[in-house]
């Protein structure tokens, strides 16, 4: 199976005559025998469909690393993490997704009244399965536990992917930017109860 590793900006893809989704145009280099082709045409249904839909013009777009050798991938020089999945799912903004290997399952969604309310993509992808997915990050990727009694609550503009058994709420109030004197902050948080690990990044979008 291939084998993603991270290298700070860079996304190393080891392929052994297997293949990896990644990002449209993130390929910066490769070595070896490797063909490159729209994964628009060989996803599953759902995928397919999410990518027709294209939820208020936005969505994902993918494309297949097929052969032998390594692919080198990198994107806006955004932080790279890999997040290993086992028989797990993992929700991210659409954005943020670089690639991901074979055995993991993708799907689209609409975020609904979150998105709308917090400025950000209407696009979230669930990725679920057993395997690797590197996503993005405007800076180092940083994991917060989400443990039964202890909720978590994140600025919206940070939230890029998380993983475990969580509950998703928006939670209105004052903003944390009003209380630092800019009035241009967002009305809502997003809290999150349950269990598992939500993943930030240090800079905001």
């Known amino acids: 199976m291939a084998v993603l ?6 996304l190393h893809a080891d392929l052994q005559g297997d293949s990896v989704r990644a990002a449209s145009g993130s390929m910066v280099a490769y070595t070896g025998r490797v063909e490159f082709k729209s994964a628009g045409m060989g996803g599953g249904g759902g995928f397919r469909a999410a ?19 390594r692919v080198y991938l990198a994107q806006d020089a955004m932080d790279v993490t890999v997040v ?29 009244l979150r998105g709308m309310t917090t400025g950000q993509g209407l696009a979230t992808t669930k990725i679920s399965g057993t395997g690797q997915c590197a996503i993005m990050s405007h800076g180092p990727l940083i994991a917060l536990a989400v443990t039964p009694g202890q909720p978590l609550v994140v ?5 890029v992917a998380g993983v475990g058994q969580t509950q998703m709420s928006l939670v209105s109030g004052v903003s944390w930017r009003s209380m630092v004197g800019d009035g241009g902050g967002e ?8 269990q598992g690990t939500v993943y930030i990044q240090p800079a905001e979008r």
Do not use: N
């Open 187 to 194: 009305p809502f948080s997003l809290r999150f109860e349950g």
């Open 84 to 112: 290993q999945l086992q028989a797990d799912t993992l929700t991210v903004e659409s954005e943020h997704v670089l690639a991901v290997t074979e055995g993991l399952q993708l799907d689209v969604q609409f975020s609904g």
């Open 155 to 159: 600025d919206p503009d940070v939230y």
């Open 51 to 69: 990518l027709k839909q294209k939820v208020a013009g936005e969505s994902i777009s993918l494309m297949t690393c097929t052969g032998s050798g």
């Open 5 to 10: 590793t991270a290298d700070k900006r860079v």
